[in-house]
C-alpha cells in the first residue's frame, strides 16, 4: 500500500515537471525562422485566437488549473491522488481475489468423495481468494460437526468481508471533500472579490471578474474530482457486492456437501 501511494506521488510529480517543462520550450521555441510583421489591429487579434484554437486539452488544463491558485487546488489534486492511490490498490485486490466458484466448488466436491476431507482442504490451499479460505475453514471444523463449520463459515466471511472493504472509506471520504474544498474556495473567491470592490469604493467589472473567475475553477475542478473518484468507488463497490454474493453462494454449497459427506460416511 505503501509503495503504491510512493509511485503514484512519484508519477504525479513527474507530469508537472514534464508539463513545466513542455510550456518552457514551447515558450522559447519558435516555430520556424519566418518572421511574420503584424500590419494592423485585425491581423493580431485573428493571430491571438488562432494562438487560442491551438491550445490542447492538457496546455489548457494546466492554465486553468494555475490560475485557480495553488492553495485550494493543490489540495484538491492531492485528494485526486490519494483517492486514485486507494482505488486502483482495490480494484487489484478485488481483481486477485476473484475465482471461479462453480469450478471451485466442483473441484472440493470431487476431491471430498474421493480423499476425504484433507484432500479437499489441499485443493483449497492451492486456490486464492477469499471462497477458498471460506472452504478451508468450513472443512477444517467439518470432523467436529455440521453446525461448527457452518459458525466457522459465518465467522470466518465476516473476516473476509472486512478485508474486501478495507480502506474503501477513505475513497468516499476524498468524494465528498473535493467538491467542499471547491465551494470553500468559491466562497473565499467571492470574499476576496468584495474586499476589493469594499476599497475601491466603486463597481467595477475589473475588480471582481478576477475573484470570481478564480471561485468558479476552483468549484469546478474539486467537481471533477468528486465524479472521477465515484466512478472508481462504484465499480468497486459494485466488485465487492459481487464476491460476497460468490461467498454467500459457496457457503450454502460446502454446507450441503459437509451433509452428504456425513450421511455417506454413516451408510
Not at 80 to 103: D, H, M, V
Request: with cysteine; glycine share 8%.
Amino acid at each position: 500500500m505503501k509503495r503504491l501511494f510512493s509511485i503514484l506521488v512519484i508519477a504525479a510529480i513527474t507530469v508537472l515537471g514534464a508539463y513545466n517543462l513542455q510550456a518552457a520550450n514551447s515558450v522559447n521555441t519558435l516555430p520556424g525562422t519566418i518572421v511574420t510583421f503584424v500590419q494592423d489591429d485585425e491581423e493580431a487579434m485573428a493571430g491571438d485566437e488562432l494562438e487560442e484554437e491551438e491550445l490542447g486539452f492538457h496546455q489548457e488544463l494546466k492554465k486553468r488549473f494555475i490560475e485557480g491558485g495553488p492553495a485550494f487546488m493543490g489540495i484538491v489534486l492531492l485528494c485526486l491522488i490519494l483517492g486514485l492511490a486507494i482505488a486502483i490498490e482495490r480494484i487489484i485486490f478485488l481483481n486477485l481475489s476473484t475465482t471461479n466458484t462453480k469450478k471451485l466448488a466442483q473441484d472440493v466436491e470431487d476431491a471430498l468423495n474421493s480423499g476425504g476431507v484433507e484432500a479437499a482442504k489441499e485443493v483449497c490451499r492451492n486456490t486464492k481468494g477469499p471462497v477458498a479460505s471460506i472452504y478451508y475453514q468450513g472443512l477444517d471444523r467439518a470432523d467436529e460437526s455440521i453446525e461448527a463449520a457452518e459458525k466457522a463459515v459465518v465467522a470466518y466471511g465476516g473476516v473476509q468481508m472486512g478485508q474486501l472493504e478495507k480502506n474503501v472509506s477513505w475513497v468516499s471520504l476524498f468524494i465528498a471533500l473535493a467538491p467542499m474544498l471547491g465551494f470553500m474556495g468559491t466562497v473565499i473567491g467571492m470574499i476576496q472579490a468584495f474586499d476589493r470592490i469594499e476599497a475601491a469604493g466603486d463597481m467595477q467589472p475589473s475588480l471582481v471578474a478576477g475573484g470570481i473567475k478564480v471561485a468558479l475553477l476552483t468549484t469546478v475542478f474539486g467537481l471533477i474530482v468528486a465524479i472521477i473518484l465515484q466512478i472508481f468507488y462504484n465499480y468497486i463497490i459494485a466488485k465487492i457486492d459481487s464476491i460476497v454474493n460468490d461467498m454467500e453462494d459457496a457457503s450454502i454449497l460446502l454446507i450441503d456437501m459437509l451433509v452428504a459427506y456425513k450421511n455417506k460416511k454413516r451408510i
